[in-house]
């Protein structure tokens, strides 16, 4: 016998646990067809006797068909008949609603549910309250917002919007769908007052938003432009700024790029020095990167060959220091640049590319 003693279980008191055992065994008697929570299926309404349910066709011989659950083929095969017989009801409005809360991201429902509300002429007011409650739970389906700008767009008022929008972004700054609905909402309804600094408060909060960085791109490109001197000064020096705060920053150099790049990166007076000057204190790849564009901008736009040489040296340098040390990762990609700006700027001896090779060590004396 082993060492164990057996341990009966404790008897269950039906009583103070609220069983009814005899409730339980009646559990054969449970009608199956209706689910638990108090939803009754459409085929057993009385009040949709009357409509002929249109199952999914799947086709002869379905690959891999989907195990939907019993409430969701019930609604969805009503949702077809629906559709069938372009019936505009109140009964029809109602049932979109179960749709949607099976599937949020059925088009086909949602372009129905719109159908209806301008059939039936439905308050605009409570479906924004609708789509509100839905894209808060759901923020990230692209069905939601574009529903929500239709609603906007019927109601013509986009007065919640940018304050709705915020909320959302408040919970994930980087929701694509959001900026997208902002931006459209923006655009349509010409908001652009504040916006500015509302981008500002999210870089200040996380410098390294890149949505943040796209959307002051998307404002100032389609208000004042870059042409300004002024303009561009002030976001120059803006950018270089936040670069300090997080040199690391990719966004942050991208737009700095983004904003120079349609009139030459060594355009700017006086960026190079400043870029130059960065590097001692703030290096990075991308900062080392982005002076081997201003350099090559440089060569590109030269008009005579003196200094060009040199100019070619350093950018040659600076691709070997990203290969060997500051992006080694990309080390193959780099030497690729070097080499193609060595093949256009270059005398064409290749004894004046830099090697890539790693060093040989020291012999040995056994070696000597």
């Not at 009503?78 to 029809?92: G, I, P, T, W």
């Not at 692209?142 to 609603?151: A, K, L, N, T």
């Not at 390294?208 to 002051?216: C, E, G, I, L, V």
Request: overall charge negative; charged content about 30%.
């Amino acid at each position: 016998m082993s060492g164990l003693e057996e341990i009966s279980p404790p008897a269950l008191d039906t009583q103070e646990d609220g069983l009814n055992v005899e409730s339980m065994d009646r559990g054969s008697e449970i009608d199956y067809d209706e689910p638990l929570g108090g939803y009754v299926f459409y085929r057993n309404r009385k009040e949709w006797a009357d409509l002929e349910p249109v199952p999914q066709d799947d086709g002869p011989n379905p690959v891999v068909k989907i195990a939907y659950s019993d409430r969701f083929t019930d609604v969805y095969d009503y949702f077809r008949a629906l559709l069938k017989n372009n019936e505009k009801s109140e009964r029809a409005f109602a049932l979109t609603a179960d749709a949607i809360d099976l599937n949020a991201a059925n088009y086909t429902v949602w372009h129905y549910r719109r159908v209806l509300i301008q059939a039936l002429e439905k308050d605009l007011r409570e479906e924004m309250n609708y789509i509100t409650n839905i894209i808060e739970d759901q923020p990230k389906n692209y069905q939601v917002w574009h529903h929500r700008r239709m609603i906007v767009e019927w109601l013509k008022d986009p007065s919640e919007e940018l304050e709705f929008i915020a909320d959302i972004l408040s919970q994930d700054s980087k929701n694509y769908h959001a900026w997208q609905h902002r931006q459209w909402v923006i655009q349509e309804y010409k908001l652009w007052d504040g916006e500015l600094e509302y981008v500002e408060q999210l870089l200040e909060e996380d410098v390294r938003n890149n949505s943040a960085w796209n959307q002051r791109h998307f404002v100032i490109s389609r208000t004042t432009g870059y042409t300004d001197p002024a303009v561009l000064d002030r976001e120059v020096q803006y950018t270089l700024i936040q670069i300090k705060k997080a040199p690391h920053n990719e966004s942050a150099w991208n737009y700095l790029k983004g904003i120079l790049q349609d009139r030459g990166l060594g355009s700017y007076p006086g960026l190079l020095e400043q870029v130059q000057g960065l590097k001692e204190t703030h290096c990075s790849p991308y900062l080392i990167g982005f002076l081997v564009d201003m350099y090559e901008d440089i060569l590109e736009n030269a008009n005579t060959e003196q200094g060009q040489e040199q100019t070619l040296a350093k950018a040659l340098e600076l691709c070997e220091l990203l290969a060997q040390e500051k992006d080694s990762i990309r080390r193959e990609y780099w030497r690729y640049v070097a080499r193609s700006l060595q093949c256009k700027y270059g005398s064409g001896d290749a004894s004046t590319d830099h090697p890539t090779a790693e060093p040989q060590a020291e012999p040995t004396p056994s070696d000597a």
